[in-house]
């Protein structure tokens, strides 16, 4: 949806109307979340299986398929998000909300950000299994 669809939609709809569009926006909001959560998952596990075996070309392709679709993800729920809490600050207007509105900019703000640096921590341990790897292989 553009801005301009939510924005026509927004202006001609009743407040129990945007209640629901707005915990619409924050169901698929979730869903992302669970959705990254997933692929940062697999990535690990996968990587800590066979991540030492793979070749340069190979983890570079893991990863930079990794770091998209994490990004998409991450990318997606604050758009969604940020979507809602529009919408509930349009249709909250008058009613005290504010507060509520800005603890939740705050908690969605550092849920993203952990969520960042979990992705570049997650490519840190693809590399530090791989560096494992090799010193076993010296070693030995």
């Known amino acids: 949806?553009?801005?301009?669809?939510?924005?026509?939609?927004?202006?001609?709809?009743?407040?129990?109307?945007?209640?629901?569009?707005?915990?619409?926006f924050n169901s698929l909001g979730a869903t992302f979340f669970a959705m990254y959560i997933t692929v940062v998952s697999g990535y690990l596990i996968s990587?800590?299986?066979v991540g030492a075996q793979l070749t340069r070309r190979q983890l570079i392709l893991v990863n930079s398929l990794f770091s998209l679709s994490a990004l998409y993800f991450l990318w997606s729920m604050m758009s969604m998000w940020v979507a809602a809490l529009g919408i509930y600050q349009r249709a909250g207007q008058g009613d005290g909300w504010t507060l509520n509105i800005c603890l939740t900019y705050g908690f969605n703000t550092l849920l993203s950000i952990s969520m960042l640096v979990g992705i570049f921590a997650s490519l840190q341990f693809t590399q530090d299994i791989r560096r494992r790897e090799r010193e076993r292989e010296n070693q030995g």
Request: glycine share 0%.
């Open 1 to 24: 949806m553009t801005a301009s669809v939510i924005e026509e939609t927004v202006m001609d709809a009743s407040r129990v109307e945007l209640l629901s569009l707005a915990n619409e």
């Open 47 to 49: 990587t800590y299986l």
